[in-house]
């Protein structure tokens, strides 16, 4: 078996020899010289092969140009518009344009603030009456946190019954404890803000409601005034007093009462809308604050109820007559540089002392005024009061945040003397 194995790799290895050998033996052969006769070359004036001249006749053929007529056209002339006619449409310069939206100011602007409408007085049959110019009078700053308390006397726990956007000044006209400007109509026991109907009315402060429903409605109740003239009203009794009296505020005249009776409100929650209901001649609200009893005639002035706009105070203040009684329906101006600020006038009948409960106008159990004047911007002042052809002036410098008290009374020492008295000095 050895043996065997020994021819076969032999025989294996003589193949691959051989076809080794033939391939080396084919590739070593001498290369091939192949050559090529040259061209026989043509005689010049030798005539054309036959092919050639077939070729030659087919390309005289196929190169024929087309007949080109001749049109004898004129020179090429490029086209022009048509003469256009004239113009229909008229030429306006930019100054002789009609009607420019864009007129050229003549003048600088100025720093000059324009005027603000206010609500103009419009007399309803009823005695009550409300602004025909309803609109928000703007930016207002907002009110102080509740409560504040600069003076030992403040007692601004109010929050203001509309929000700071909306129109929050008592009517100057129809101010607390006025009959207003003709003596005419029945004296305020509370303040008017005119607003667009459907504007939010919010609760001044913490504590229960215990009314809410039409003034008309004809319930038998004992405990608190209501009237049909209020329309729509709500009354809040507030969680806190004063001196050991209750605190209660009313808002009248709502188009819609969005709290009930017995509901607990925080200050700042809208418990109406502003409405013209019961005897209105225009949309407001009507705020009371009645202290110790919830009676119409129990009401005080709301103006230093509510906490003043930041920057602003109010001013409070009496006006008495030689005999030192408080001076009913007196104008009060307050003015800087001779500007009018606020007017306001002092109230009809005010309480005297020793007086019950009648329509008399109730002061404030802690400053006995018979004026107020609210959101002052803090500055200096002239304040004024005319009681018949006197006219009476103090300076007072109001402070932002507390009530400023000013007191303009007839001092019978400083009756002017006759000019023809003797001089003393
Ligand atoms: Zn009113």
Redesign the pocket.
């Known amino acids: 078996m050895e043996r065997s194995h020994h021819l076969q790799g032999l025989l294996i290895l003589l193949v691959v020899v051989a076809i080794g050998g033939l391939y080396l033996w084919q590739n070593s052969q001498p290369s091939i010289v192949v050559s090529v006769p040259a061209a026989t070359p043509t005689a010049p004036d030798a005539p054309p092969s036959d092919w050639q001249a077939a070729l030659e006749a087919q390309l005289a053929i196929a190169s024929t140009p087309l007949p080109t007529p001749d049109l004898d056209m004129p020179a090429f002339v490029p086209p022009t518009l048509p003469p256009s006619a004239e113009p229909d449409v008229e030429v306006i310069e930019p100054e002789a344009i009609p009607g420019s939206p864009w007129p050229t100011p003549t003048t600088a602007p100025t720093d000059v603030a324009p005027t603000i409408t206010g609500p103009t007085p419009f007399p309803s049959p009823t005695g ?1 009456f409300v602004a025909q110019n309803n609109e928000p009078v703007g930016f207002e700053p907002p009110p102080e946190q509740v409560p504040l308390g600069q003076h030992a006397d403040d007692h601004f726990w109010l929050v203001r019954p509309v929000d700071a956007s909306a129109n929050s000044e008592s009517l100057f006209y ?1 101010p607390f404890g006025s009959d207003g400007p003709g003596n005419d109509y029945r004296v ?1 026991h ?3 803000m005119p607003n667009p109907i459907g504007e939010r009315i919010r609760a001044g402060g913490s504590g229960t409601v215990v009314w809410a429903a039409n003034g008309a409605t004809l319930a038998d109740r004992e405990d608190l005034d209501m009237y049909p003239s209020y329309g729509n009203v709500v009354i809040i009794e507030h969680d806190f007093g004063y001196r050991g009296q209750k605190i209660f505020t009313l808002y ?1 005249h709502m188009s819609a009462i969005l709290v009930e009776e017995g509901q607990r409100v925080e200050a700042g929650d809208i418990i109406g809308l502003i409405g013209g209901t019961g005897d209105v001649s225009g949309p ?1 609200v ?1 705020l009371e604050v009645r202290l110790g009893e919830n009676r119409y005639f129990s009401a005080v002035n709301p103006l230093l109820w509510i906490a003043p706009y930041i920057e602003t105070g109010v001013v409070a203040g009496r006006v008495t007559y030689a005999d030192g009684t408080l001076a009913d329906d007196v104008l009060v101006t307050l003015s800087r540089r001779g500007r009018v600020i606020e007017t306001t006038s002092t109230y009809i009948r005010p309480r005297q002392p020793g007086q019950t409960r009648d329509w008399t106008v109730v002061p404030d159990p802690a400053w006995q005024e018979n004026f107020v004047l609210g959101d002052v911007p803090a500055g200096e002042y002239d304040i004024t009061a005319t009681i018949g052809e006197r006219r009476i002036t103090s300076t007072i410098t109001v402070k932002a945040g507390t009530t400023n008290f000013v007191t303009l009374g007839i001092d019978p020492a400083a009756t002017p003397q006759p000019a023809d008295a003797p001089d003393e000095s």
Do not use: F, L, Q, R
């Open positions: 009550v129809y305020h509370g303040v008017d009248a407001h009507h």
